[in-house]
């Protein structure tokens, strides 16, 4: 999961905790940087009483692991809290099969440099989980990776659509396996505007533009757009991007092969202006959308009154939902895949922590092999707050609906689950408050008609920093 | 250091051996003696006073000296140390517009803050000496001083919430707004769009005209069903055929709960607009000839027009007009402005306080003696009071400015993403470009280098005000 949804969530714990002196939920510090990550405390509680269940999924069986007694690997990932937790549930099912000693260490969103200064260091763990491609390609490519091995692999091609294994590829070789992952294509509904207003969840773009319509002539705001996060309108833009320009323009884009004035980019900042340009749509106008953090967008949403429909960001709205609101997931919160703005279907934009191993052993690759199984992802969806990739995951692992909509589109997306641009690109770019990407979506929810004017900011401000 | 080295006892001796004898030529065993006496009076063996001098140097040269030299030195290299680029960093950081922002709001705020503060530190020092529950009224200027920067910042963060419901600022905005000019009765209500009407200047007029004598039907959405008033009854339609002066019509909500029923057309459970006015204007002439002010049902009846003149109806965007949102004080324009007020509201107690404890000591025979010569109150704040206080003033301003420079939290945590470019600082600009994504430590440094040397006239100010203190002290 990418850094930035901890973040959110995690200001979200914040806000609970300082709910005596403020107001619940209108926080917008969402985007402030802080270690540590409780995100899956507050998911936890989103999947309600079924989080109880004893690990060890039944009908997921696990692949056949060899005996590593007196064994022991060193793994690294980004979890605490609650999240760490539940790992440690797939780790002593792992121990209970092998009896390998596994000992887990957690960095929080500093993961990546962590590893790194581990490497350098000569300590280096043997299993890491790391929620940024970029990393691994480069570290793939300064040798400091294992690629995976062929039992490794044919775990993967068992149970893992070829899209999700080609993710993990480089330069021919398979080095990672995404594990959890994060799917930012849910757009959540306050179903009982929607039944207000007589409308049914859309699922194109222009259908998206309809049901605005109705929705602002019923007297209701459409939207509620975080746009004091920058992060939430680079997702509105890949998202729109992704499923208009299709996943292989969206990989030039990331890797900055295309510029960003290229017609392509234009014609989706176009689209999206059709939303962001009528005041009507938007909760608060423009100039609101502007002031509203993600946190407030959602909360806005599921409020009593709402002041909007509809709120778009990913699976991990729901934890603020969940806290913030008294609106059930479900039944007064659902969510339909963003709406398809071109031809790609199926499309999903994410992010996710994918198994990385740092050296050849025995009890490393087994492992990933069996984080790669649909006995491991079954133990955490049980725990809540996870979603596989891993198509034998079965629906009855996850403990709602919600939840098994999401991870079924997460698994259909396969070729076309794309990690998050901004994750991908170089920060200076994809990950400075208020500059770059962020910054520049910002500039054109301000000025939704000044396409060829954001495209040209956008491009200046790739050109500053150097793409791997 | 320069102190003889002959004057050491027996080199010997245990350095840690005992109080160190008073010598003879002085008669109380003095550590600082001013210009002008000569040589200290103590002796004491080198080793000994290394002993007591090297830790501290290596702590000072550790945690201050060698960061110090070593941002000057990473100044001068490349994102991340690897290569020598001269003073490429410094040219782009004073030709990179988001640093000259960030300059400007940095001028803006040594300019203001510090002064404010100032100010307001004298007029509360000032008036707690007048009134009776003077330390309570201090302690509670003084207290947001115990809140750190980053709690005020969240703090002030929800008091400029654009919502008035959980802003405090904009719902005073609102309130004073609200209780001279009222809300309109229907916020956000309009025709249909392409209904045969157009917008001007939130009044919304009809494309058709119609004659006297006619009848006309004005469905309207946008707003929610839930939202009309109490009185609001079915719609009925307009009578069929209105006297020849009049134009009937109605004006209702043209909506059902979950869609349904036919847009423009008087269905069963849509309800009329009461109280919503309509205006006849005349078509030649373009002036108002009637008005009228819709039924609980939603009819109305404009009377006394013109037989066989024709008229365009007009909905003034006085029924529509949607409510006051308060102001947007993180907005691009006030978003400093707002975050200067914030660090107010932390420093002008110490400021007072200080301030304070200058007042207590300036002499009152002065302001008496001034008062006997017929001074008036105004003359004595300024001639007498100010003057006197000066110094404590100035030490007030210098600390400030020297704290305004580094300031950093408050503008962080307050402002929004979307208006952090317009409320940027140097500080928080030096944390984008070297950790908060920028990554580049070369040119964040560079920035740290130029924000010391902002500081320093500010430092010097101070150390030599420092030294002046001690000679007079010493005298």
């Known amino acids: ?468 | 250091m320069d102190e003889p080295l002959s004057a050491a006892p027996a080199a010997g001796a245990a350095p840690a051996a005992g109080p160190p004898a008073p010598s003879a030529a002085g008669p109380v065993p003095h550590l600082y003696s001013p210009a002008g006496h000569g040589r200290s009076p103590l002796r004491i063996p080198v080793r000994v006073r290394a002993g007591f001098l090297i830790p501290a140097a290596v702590i000072l040269a550790a945690i201050i000296i060698w960061p110090a030299v070593d941002s000057v030195w990473l100044s001068l290299h490349n994102h991340d140390g690897s290569k020598w680029v001269g003073l490429h960093n410094y040219k782009t950081m004073f030709t990179d517009s988001a640093t000259l922002t960030a300059l400007k709001n940095n001028v803006i705020w040594v300019v203001c803050a510090p002064t404010i503060a100032c100010a307001l530190g004298l007029m509360f020092a000032l008036l707690a000496e007048k009134i009776r529950w003077s330390t309570a009224f201090k302690a509670v200027i003084f207290m947001p001083m115990a809140i750190s920067f980053l709690a005020a910042g969240v703090i002030f963060e929800l008091v400029y919430q654009q919502d008035p419901n959980q802003g405090v600022a904009n719902a005073v905005a609102v309130g004073i707004h609200d209780t001279f000019a009222k809300s309109s009765q229907y916020p956000g209500a309009r025709p249909r769009p392409n209904e045969g009407t157009a917008a001007t200047g939130g009044s919304f007029n009809t494309v058709q005209t119609y004659q006297a004598g006619s009848v006309v039907t004005v469905p309207l959405v946008g707003i929610q069903a839930a939202s009309l008033p109490g009185k609001a009854a079915q719609a009925a339609a307009p009578t069929a055929a209105p006297a020849p002066d009049q134009i009937e019509g109605t004006v209702w909500l043209d909506l059902i709960y979950g869609g349904g029923g036919k847009p423009g057309s008087i269905d069963p459970g849509k309800k009329g607009m009461p109280g919503i006015s309509v205006k006849a204007v005349d078509v030649a002439t373009g002036k108002s000839a009637g008005s009228a002010s819709a039924h609980d049902d939603g009819t109305f009846t404009i009377k006394g027009l013109k037989p066989g003149d024709s008229y365009r109806l007009e909905l003034p965007g006085s029924n529509f007009a949607q409510p006051y949102r308060g102001i947007q004080w993180l907005g691009p324009s006030l978003v400093t402005p707002a975050i200067i007020a914030s660090y107010l509201w932390i420093w002008a107690g110490f400021a007072m306080v200080l301030i304070a404890a200058g007042l207590a000591s300036i002499p009152r025979e002065l302001q008496e003696a001034a008062r006997v010569d017929g001074a008036n109150e105004r003359q004595i704040f300024w001639r007498v009071t100010v003057p006197l206080l000066a110094p404590v003033l100035l030490v007030v301003l210098v600390t400030q400015v020297i704290n305004v420079l580094k300031v950093f939290d408050l503008v962080y945590v307050i402002a929004p993403g979307s208006t952090l470019p317009n409320a940027n600082v140097l500080a928080v600009q030096m944390w984008n470009v070297s950790f908060g994504g920028g990554q580049d430590q070369g040119l964040g440094s560079a920035m740290g280098v130029f924000l010391y040397a902002l500081v320093l006239p500010a430092m010097y100010f101070n150390i030599r005000r420092l030294r002046r203190e001690k000679k007079e002290g010493g005298r």
């Open chain 1, 1 to 468: 999961m990418g850094a930035r949804s901890h973040r959110s969530v995690t200001a979200v714990a914040a806000v609970g905790l300082a709910s005596g002196l403020a107001l619940a939920g209108c926080s917008s510090s969402s985007s402030k940087p802080s270690a540590g990550s409780s995100n899956s405390s507050a998911a936890t509680s989103a999947s309600g009483s079924a989080s109880g269940s004893a690990p060890g999924g039944g009908t997921a069986s696990g692949p056949a692991l060899p005996d590593l007694s007196g064994k022991s690997i060193q793994v690294l990932a980004e979890w605490s809290g609650t999240e760490q937790q539940d790992f440690q549930k797939v780790i002593d099912a792992f121990t209970a099969k092998t009896h390998a000693k596994v000992s887990y260490q957690g960095a929080g969103d500093q993961t990546v440099t962590v590893l790194q200064s581990k490497i350098a260091g000569g300590g280096a763990p043997d299993v890491a989980l790391i929620a940024a491609p970029g990393a691994i390609t480069d570290l793939a490519k300064a040798g400091k990776l294992t690629p995976l091995s062929a039992d490794v692999q044919s775990t993967i091609d068992a149970n893992f659509d070829p899209g999700w294994k080609k993710l993990g590829t480089i330069d021919g070789k398979s080095y990672s396996i995404m594990f959890k992952a994060a799917d930012k294509g849910t757009f959540w509904y306050n179903t009982a505007a929607f039944q207000q207003a007589g409308i049914q969840p859309p699922t194109d773009w222009a259908g998206f533009l309809k049901d605005c319509q109705a929705l602002s002539d019923a007297g209701i705001t459409p939207v509620s757009v975080g746009g004091a996060d920058g992060w939430t309108l680079a997702d509105w833009f890949q998202n729109v991007y992704l499923s208009q320009a299709g996943p292989d323009m969206y990989d030039k884009l990331s890797h900055h092969q295309i510029p960003w004035t290229d017609p392509s980019v234009k014609q989706a900042l176009t689209t999206l202006g059709q939303l962001f340009g009528n005041d009507q749509f938007l909760a608060g106008g423009k100039s609101g959308a502007l002031q509203t953090s993600f946190n407030d967008s959602v909360t806005n949403t599921f409020k009593t009154p709402p002041k909007a429909a509809m709120v778009f960001e990913g699976d991990f709205s729901s934890s603020v939902i969940t806290s913030t609101t008294s609106a059930k997931l479900g039944t007064d919160a659902k969510f339909f895949p963003f709406p398809a703005a071109g031809s790609t279907a199926n499309f999903v934009q994410g992010s996710g922590d994918a198994a990385v191993a740092l050296n050849n052993n025995p009890a490393t690759m087994a492992f990933i092999q069996y984080l790669a199984s649909p006995e491991a992802g079954s133990i955490w969806a049980q725990a809540g707050g996870f979603l596989s990739p891993n198509k034998n995951v079965p629906a009855s692992a996850y403990p709602d609906d919600i939840t098994r909509a999401e991870a079924a589109q997460l698994t259909q997306a396969g070729p076309n689950f794309r990690f998050s641009l901004d994750d991908l690109s170089p920060a200076g770019f994809g990950g400075t408050k208020g500059a770059g990407e962020w910054g520049d979506l910002q500039y054109f929810l301000g000025h939704p008609t000044d396409v060829d004017g954001t495209a040209a900011k956008l491009e200046a401000d790739a050109a500053k920093v150097t793409w791997s």
